[in-house]
């Protein structure tokens, strides 16, 4: 987890080949930010193929805290399975997604 130079939202990488970190690792960097008060950031799904429950729980709750707090969380997703998932859920209506960070950042 990287917080961005001179910007005022974290930057939460996840991506890589193969599955997105386990939820207890997301688990606790995302109380991090939240012991800061970071309450605007951007999970970096870039190159995540798969996703588990548990790691979309975890980032379902940190977004309920986000909006709470008048933040935000993104998501960069660039895999059409983890896209796919996530309108099956429903959860593409719960965060904002886009395709790279580049333009996840340009709306903070």
């Known amino acids: 987890m990287k917080s961005a130079p001179r910007k005022p939202y ?3 990488p996840l991506g890589g080949p193969g599955k997105a970190g386990s939820a207890l ?12 008060a970071q309450y605007k950031a951007i999970a970096d ?7 588990s429950s548990s790691v979309l729980g975890v980032l379902a709750r940190f977004a309920e805290e986000c909006r ?5 969380l ?4 660039t895999e059409a399975g983890v896209t796919n998932l996530l309108q099956v859920t429903m959860l593409d209506k719960v965060f904002e997604i886009y ?10």
Not at 45 to 51: A, E, F, N, Q
Not at 74 to 77: D, E, G, P, Q, S
Not at 99 to 108: K, T
């Open 10 to 12: 974290a930057v939460i």
């Open 25 to 36: 690792d997301l688990d606790d960097q995302l109380s991090a930010l939240t012991a800061a």
């Open 45 to 51: 799904l870039t190159g995540v193929s798969h996703i």
């Open 68 to 72: 709470r707090q008048h933040g935000e």
């Open 74 to 77: 993104r998501l960069v997703v």
């Open 99 to 108: 395709s790279s960070l580049e333009e996840a950042e340009e709306d903070f």
